[in-house]
């Protein structure tokens, strides 16, 4: 079997970790059973670009049991958690990640995934896809489809799909209300959070945080940060956005007033070049700036090297930029998802709905295969309301029931009062 990965020694540790996050997905757990009695996946080759986490190991097991025969590379270069990789490939699965990696290897990785001539795709970005359809293009024939995890990755697929170049279906499995609304709010929430303080012991209380981007990731982050004591400015160009971080009671301007104010930088918006040089020329001395959003693009790091006069790492994950005049700016984890890069990322219980998605997505491919043309599906909702269902079972919270009677009047129009 082939693999690359960091260190093979670490496979003892990675899967009591494994195991820990296994406690905190009941609803994976569900699916995993019902899987290995019914194998939906028999045989058939998935290749998987996805954080590996202890989280995504356990989804490894959940596809494995129902026959899947799964490869894994790493959707970021430095979000492979390494012991985790050399558990699973103790437990049989091809693995190619390597925390740290440089991006000739990440690509590398990708390609080695794609060389199992995959019949179904798991992506967390969109690299596999977009590999696949510029320079794979002869395995199009064998895919049925994928599923894809996050926000950044369906805006890359529904352009693809936009422009007619998308050759195969896919499940935005991002959109499913269990995925976006916990997993993208509370998971990033709480792992951007600890993840700089995992990087830097910052104390949250009385800092000025500025949060660039208010959609459910943006949201949870300054929630999170206010609850910690933070002074928080929110930064948007959405404008309904922006009237919702304001009434969520955030300060809110444009960056470059931020800028002079901000003690903590932290961007979630998905777009490039967010803070820019004319930023970094007014922030504080001691600044921080940390990424959250899926590529590495939001912060102008090239820039930031060529205004910089001196550069050392001062602490793992923290680049002290020297800028003329003496002004010091702290970048967190080369500007990559600091969740991952410096944490554990979204914790194991929104991960469990994430993935429950992800397996029945998968399933839905498989089941209507031939079926759907190629282009962007949502979970279905059954399945959505399905998950949450479980989700909520699994917490031992019951719920109402709408009575016959409040059932016809939903379906009604002719009474009001
Ligand atoms: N994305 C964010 N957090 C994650 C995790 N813990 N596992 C896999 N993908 C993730």
Redesign the pocket.
């Known amino acids: 079997m082939k693999y690359d990965i960091g260190d093979i020694k670490l496979a003892a540790e990675g899967k009591f970790r494994i195991e820990w996050a296994s406690r905190q997905m009941p609803v994976l757990k569900l699916i995993q059973e019902r899987f290995s009695k019914e194998k939906p996946f028999k045989g058939m080759r998935i290749s998987g670009c996805?954080?590996i986490?202890?989280?995504?190991a356990n989804l490894a097991y959940a596809l494995k049991a129902g026959g899947a025969d799964l490869v894994l590379c790493a959707s970021n270069p430095l979000?492979t958690q390494d012991d985790v990789a050399a558990s699973l490939v103790k437990s049989g699965f091809p693995m190619f990640c390597i925390k740290g990696e440089d991006n000739k290897t990440y690509y590398s990785h990708i390609m080695a995934a794609l060389d199992h001539k995959p019949q179904l795709t798991i992506d967390?970005g969109a690299d596999l896809v977009s590999t696949i359809h510029q320079e794979r293009t002869g395995l199009l024939r064998d895919v049925i489809g994928g599923t894809e995890?996050?926000t950044t990755g369906v805006i890359r697929l529904k352009n693809m799909a936009r422009a007619k170049k998308l050759k195969y279906p896919v499940i935005a499995v991002n959109d499913a209300k269990t995925k976006h609304f916990f997993?993208n709010h509370y998971?990033?929430g709480q792992?951007t959070i600890d993840g700089i303080t995992r990087a830097t012991n910052i104390l949250w209380s009385g800092n000025v945080v500025v949060v660039a981007g208010y959609g459910y990731c943006g949201r949870g982050v300054a929630r999170r940060a206010h609850g910690m004591g933070a002074r928080v400015i929110v930064c948007e160009i959405d404008p309904i956005s922006a009237l919702e971080a304001a009434m969520d009671g955030f300060q809110v301007m444009p960056l470059m007033h931020a800028a002079a104010l901000g003690d903590v930088f932290i961007t979630l918006t998905g777009n490039r070049h967010v803070i820019d040089r004319a930023h970094f020329a007014r922030m504080k001395n001691g600044a921080i700036l940390a990424n959250s959003g899926h590529f590495n693009v939001e912060i102008n790091i090239p820039a930031l090297e060529r205004m910089a006069t001196a550069k050392r790492r001062t602490r793992r994950l923290v680049d002290e930029y020297e800028l003329a005049g003496g002004k010091r700016i702290y970048l967190l984890g080369e500007g990559r998802?600091i969740?991952?890069a410096a944490a554990?990322?979204?914790?194991?219980s929104v991960?469990d709905m994430?993935f429950a998605n992800q397996a029945l997505g998968l399933e839905y491919l498989v089941k209507n295969k031939g079926r759907l043309k190629p282009d962007v599906y949502p979970v279905p909702l059954e399945t959505d309301n399905e998950v949450g269902l479980l989700k909520l079972k699994s917490m031992d919270i019951v719920i109402d029931k709408l009575t016959r009677e409040q059932q016809k009047y939903l379906g009604s129009w002719e009474e009001g009062t």
């Open positions: 996805l954080h986490t202890s989280e995504t979000s967390d995890e996050t997993d998971g990033t792992s998802l969740n991952l554990e990322g979204h914790p194991a991960m994430s």
